[in-house]
């Protein structure tokens, strides 16, 4: 399984008290910090079902796993490839119809990436943009080419996983 599931509804803010005056040694000849504080903090559900809090950093609403590659050369005939997104593999000819145009190709691939569970796509030119709607995890984002051509190019990232979402583990953060 190529699908590590990671997920979180988002994050949210925790007020924090303190006392006025601290009677740790270690504050004298400080500044104190203000009287209220927030952290911001969020659930983050892993394989398994197991919730935990975890500090992140997040925007609101959460945003999937993404990533992005070029149709670069629409010429099939020496061999076909395979599009890798997590445990689905797309093969031209069969899940999706090579067109003459590159910007057409790269349509078809985009109705194809949406039509699998979890996943959606757009398109912008010749270059599709995938999401995953996992926040979090890592899903398999790569292609194997079968033939002389190298068909789809500029992965972004490279890495051979989609790109993280959002939230993310973070640092703690006070406001």
């Given at each position: ?12 803010r925790t007020l924090l008290g303190r006392r006025p005056y601290c009677s740790d040694p270690a504050w004298e000849g400080h500044v104190l910090p203000p009287l209220v504080q927030t952290v911001t903090l969020g659930v983050i559900r892993t394989e398994g ?127």
């Amino acid at each position: 399984m190529k699908i590590k599931s990671v997920m979180s509804a988002g994050s949210f803010r925790t007020l924090l008290g303190r006392r006025p005056y601290c009677s740790d040694p270690a504050w004298e000849g400080h500044v104190l910090p203000p009287l209220v504080q927030t952290v911001t903090l969020g659930v983050i559900r892993t394989e398994g079902g197991v919730n935990q809090h975890e500090l992140v950093l997040a925007t609101s609403p959460p945003q999937g796993l993404t990533g992005s590659f070029d149709v670069a050369d629409n010429d099939f005939t020496t061999g076909w490839v395979e599009l890798i997104l997590g445990d689905f593999r797309l093969i031209n000819g069969f899940e999706y119809t090579p067109a003459a145009l590159d910007t057409d190709t790269a349509i078809a691939l985009t109705a194809a990436i949406s039509a699998l569970e979890g996943f959606s796509a757009t398109v912008l030119g010749t270059v599709v943009t995938v999401t995953h709607s996992n926040t979090m995890g890592e899903v398999e984002f790569r292609a194997v080419h079968r033939g002389t051509k190298t068909n789809f190019d500029t992965f972004v990232p490279n890495t051979g996983y989609l790109g993280t979402g959002d939230p993310t583990y973070g640092p703690l953060i006070f406001t």
